[in-house]
């Protein structure tokens, strides 16, 4: 079988999956408690509202045009899967969680079950190179544009529009803040499972003794890279190691270097994910 055969009939219901666990944070718990958890679905909520029609009906026809800009700038492939997303979640929404008991309590808590569902819903859609629909696409040409910034953050960002009208219909501050809830809550979860759980370091370290410390490092299980160096005022040849670790290995690593050359200059920066040997496979 082909990897690209294969990686389909896994795309295909990892997306139909994804696409119910959003329908049901949107139908469950945010839409019966009127708050708008931003992008599309947020703009659904308010026009429901507003019109009375169905949530899930209001999700198909808002995608509409913007389907047809993402066919136009983010490829065939991409958006297939998210058509096929859009189409589920209006199912799913209209057609099934609508005949399941709906939350109506505590707005916080409707704010964060609904925020963590929709979170994860997106965040398995995008580990499979689709989109939800909606403001996905923007946040999709965005992310495309400036990969160094987490899609989370950019949901995020993105939503910021939909909080204000929403406040503005709903015509309550709380409406809003439940709903900057809900929205910070589900980009945490994306970012998650786009991105993993943890949070890798990695490390430059400036040292003349970087043999010492390279020894320290690979005897306790890491691995290492020289990288040829020179100092711009000495003129002097240096052997810069660069080490990507995981989080709870900083603090020993640190303490080696120390041992090793207390007169060492470190920079250490954060990795949002780390694949290879001796991390995540890269998938």
Do not use: W
């Amino acid at each position: 079988m082909k990897a690209s055969t294969k990686r389909t009939l896994i795309d295909i219901p990892v997306i139909i999956i994804s696409s119910f666990i959003f329908s049901c944070g949107l139908k469950t718990f945010t839409a019966p408690n009127g708050i708008a958890p931003g992008g599309a679905s947020g703009i659904c909520v308010v026009l429901a509202y507003l019109t009375g029609l169905n949530e899930g009906v209001l999700y198909f026809i808002v995608n509409i045009p913007l389907i047809i800009i993402g066919f136009i700038f983010l490829g065939r492939k991409l958006m297939l899967k998210t058509l096929l997303s859009i189409v589920t979640i209006t199912i799913a929404t209209d057609y099934v969680f609508t005949y399941i008991p709906h939350y109506e309590g505590n707005e916080m808590l409707a704010a964060i079950f609904g925020g963590l569902l929709i979170g994860a819903g997106l965040g398995l859609c995008y580990s499979r190179e689709g989109t939800g629909g909606g403001t996905d696409i923007l946040n999709r040409l965005i992310y495309k544009r400036f990969p160094q910034i987490s899609i989370g953050a950019i949901t995020f960002a993105t939503d910021l529009a939909v909080i204000i009208i929403a406040a503005c219909v709903f015509g309550t501050l709380e409406s809003a803040l439940y709903a900057i809830i809900a929205i910070f809550v589900s980009s945490k979860m994306i970012d998650i499972i786009v991105y993993g759980s943890y949070e890798g370091k990695m490390l430059l370290i400036f040292s003349d003794r970087s043999e010492d410390i390279a020894k320290k490092i690979t005897d306790s299980g890491r691995g290492v890279t020289f990288l040829s160096g020179k100092g711009a005022y000495s003129g002097e040849n240096k052997q810069v190691i660069c080490c990507a670790v995981r989080k709870n290995d900083y603090v020993k690593i640190k303490r080696y270097v120390k041992e090793a050359d207390p007169s060492a200059f470190m920079i250490i920066s954060s990795a949002k994910e780390v694949l290879g040997k001796g991390f995540n496979e890269i998938n």
